[in-house]
């Protein structure tokens, strides 16, 4: 079975897999959202976050390769009476537009060419854009509690500070937490977050 068969299948479902509420990490940002402009929510799935960014006002790519996925994430947008538009995308192959985003959004992203999803965030965030990253580092497969099974696909500190250093803003912070998202992310994990303006 490929990638996509397996998102599909795990997306399939009529409950949503991560929940509906934004990812913690990111609604913790809010106040450092601009009051408009456009967004890309990076492998979005079901739309939890891309929604939530559309709440606040901004307008919205949610980007995901499932299609059972978008499907979710555009009845979620109607539900809550916003409008996002979603991009069935495959990382591997995309073209980043060049400063296009004023805010990029990679919410457990962790794809295994981990240097051409940094290379491609940095190509589309514009000058002074906004880039919010929550991922897991290799300690997550201690605890088994969600996320790859492969620690090529995980983030460590040095990942970060090789793709992101050079922005003129750059926070990054590690720490333990019991994190309870849908039926997919639940129990204690390792996790990895980045504050960074490019």
């Given amino acids: 079975m490929g990638e996509i068969e397996r998102w599909n299948g795990r997306y399939a479902p009529e409950s949503y897999l991560f929940g509906t509420a934004p990812n913690a990490f990111l609604a913790a940002q809010k106040a450092r959202l601009p009051k408009r402009g456009r967004a890309l929510s990076i492998a979005d799935g079901e739309g939890r976050n891309g929604v939530w960014l559309a709440e606040q006002g901004l307008d919205v790519v949610s980007m995901d390769f499932s299609p059972v996925a978008q499907a979710k994430a555009r009845a979620l947008a109607a539900q809550r009476g916003v ?9 591997s192959s995309w073209t980043w537009p060049a400063d296009a985003f004023d ?96």
């Fill in 103 to 198: 805010v990029i959004v990679a919410i457990f992203a962790q794809p295994l060419e981990k240097t051409m999803l940094f290379a491609g965030v940095r190509r589309s965030l514009k000058p002074g854009g906004l880039l919010l990253l929550e991922g897991y580092p290799p300690k997550q497969l201690e605890y088994g509690t969600g996320g790859p099974g492969e620690v090529e696909r995980l983030y460590t500190r040095a990942d970060l500070e090789a793709g992101f250093a050079s922005f003129a803003e750059f926070d990054i912070t590690e720490y333990d937490a019991d994190i309870r998202e849908g039926d997919g992310h639940g129990g204690m994990s390792a996790l990895i977050d980045l504050v960074a303006v490019k």
């Fill in 83 to 91: 409008t996002i538009t979603t991009e069935q995308v495959d990382l």
